[in-house]
């Protein structure tokens, strides 16, 4: 049914990020699918932004990512599961986006921590990939 599964994970939320894995690992073992992995380096929004930080610094979180991510996915990847992680750096929904229609999945699994009231007015990624995705996507829910 699944042969490709994304799962956007946010390094900062372990837990979350357990959760959502160990459901795309459980489709992945149902239905043989390859897993891809993928976390999001936030852009700085404006560019101005970006002139109060020395230089270099993009290339250095985006390193460092990728160094937190890979020690991650050692520590939480069964031993019978291939995982490709991808480190991408933008808007965090849209890279998810990105790199969804760029692995060819058929499935968009990420962990939600439950909606407060900030999030009805502002959106969650979440949401926006909900609404946007044009792959299934499974919300796992804290």
Known sequence: MFST???????AEPESSHRA?????HMAHEYNSDVHVMTVVPD??????G???????????????RQRLDEYLEGAVP??????????????????????KEV??????????RPAMRDYLIGPNAA???????QSVLVVRD
Do not use: W
Not at 21 to 25: K, Q, S, V
Not at 51 to 65: I, R, S, V
Not at 104 to 113: C, E, K, W
């Open 128 to 134: 926006r990939v909900v609404r946007h995705a044009t």
């Open 51 to 65: 002139g109060y930080f020395p230089e270099g610094f993009e290339q250095k979180a985006l390193d460092g990512t």
């Open 5 to 11: 599964i994304l799962v956007p994970i946010d390094l």
């Open 44 to 49: 700085f929004g404006m560019s101005i932004v």
């Open 21 to 25: 894995l160990d459901a795309a690992f």
């Open 104 to 113: 060819g999945a058929d499935v968009i699994v990420m962990a939600s921590h």
């Open 79 to 100: 031993d019978n599961v291939d995982v490709k992680g991808h480190v991408a750096h933008g808007s965090i929904y849209e890279e998810i986006l990105r790199v969804a």
